[in-house]
């Protein structure tokens, strides 16, 4: 099995969601490319660029000490060559809250392993 | 100069949002490749999978009838292989008003040029 095999890149996109709910920077840290080229919004944020700044965040995000709790569904994924990128919807369980997320994953495999390069996130209106 | 070249990456970029500005239907088929693989996500809405979905949606933009105009800032572009990526903000001019989405816009190279694949904007919070 290759790095860039479509396996793999769902284990890496399921490790970017375990490190996300187990509020832990350093799993998140090994779920990430490093470098200026990735980039990262959050929900109604302003694109954050490069890996001190996406660390930054995430360091934030922890820092709230609220866990989250997704169900992904509407996965679609793709390879192509050494690139992958995962499209999904995150449910979010926050509480008694419920919302949802439209999420674009895209990977790139650097020396054998999946890396997120970009992940951006956006909130589904409700109607 | 090859298919994955970055300047033709920008091209198409600009491909795409001279299609959008210009309330283009045909230009923005052809901007786009034709599958069950793509996936679109205006802001705020939920995520459109397949080119007959996505081209509906641009259908029925494009029917309102509003022009728009975009300033693009912040760009960053990346190629790897036969993927090529930009990220960037929309600075959207619509009459008196102005609003920003960033925007993930994933090209892969098909029969020598490139395609969109996906497309993911999303509305920046003004504070």
């Given at each position: 099995?290759?790095?860039?095999?479509?396996?793999?890149?769902?284990?890496?996109?399921?490790?970017f969601y375990a490190a996300f709910e187990?509020?832990?920077a350093e799993a998140m840290e090994r779920v990430w490319a490093h470098g200026d080229h990735v980039v990262c919004v959050h929900p109604g944020w302003p694109p954050l660029r490069?890996?001190?700044?996406?660390a930054a965040s995430w360091?934030?995000?922890?820092?709230?000490?609220?866990?989250?709790?997704?169900i992904l569904t509407g996965?679609?994924?793709r390879v192509t060559g050494e690139v992958g990128w995962v499209h999904v919807e995150e449910n979010?369980?926050?509480?008694p809250r419920?919302?949802?997320?439209?999420?674009?994953?895209?990977?790139?495999?650097v020396d054998g392993s999946w890396?997120?390069?970009?992940?951006?996130?956006?909130?589904?209106?409700?109607?």
């Open positions: 099995m290759t790095a860039a095999s479509l396996p793999d890149l769902l284990a890496a996109n399921d490790a187990g509020n832990d490069g890996w001190d700044a996406v360091g934030a995000l922890f820092g709230n000490g609220q866990p989250l709790q997704f996965m679609q994924a979010l369980l926050n509480g419920t919302s949802t997320v439209a999420a674009l994953n895209l990977f790139e495999a890396r997120l390069v970009a992940h951006h996130g956006s909130g589904i209106a409700t109607t």
